[in-house]
């Protein structure tokens, strides 16, 4: 069985990986440097850009004959 490629071209894929970790990076740092809570943001758009890459990891494990309604 064929295996399906996922929404995300590869080149996207690449820069969902770097937007997360540049994200997942940045809400450490800005918890040090800030005094309020505004690095929570940084964790938030980490954790929807992984929900995205792991959404796409499912599409890809799907055989390609596989239909959507069964």
Do not use: N, T
Not at 5 to 14: D, E, I, K, M, V
Not at 26 to 54: G, K, R, T
């Amino acid at each position: 069985m064929r295996q399906s490629s996922g929404f995300l071209s590869a080149r996207q894929r690449r820069y969902a990986w770097l937007g997360f970790l540049l994200a997942a990076l940045q809400a450490p740092v800005s918890a040090l440097l800030a005094s309020d809570d505004s690095w929570l943001f940084s964790v938030v758009v980490a954790v929807m850009v992984a929900v995205v890459i792991i959404a796409d990891d499912a599409a890809r494990q799907r055989p390609a004959d596989a239909r959507s309604g069964e």
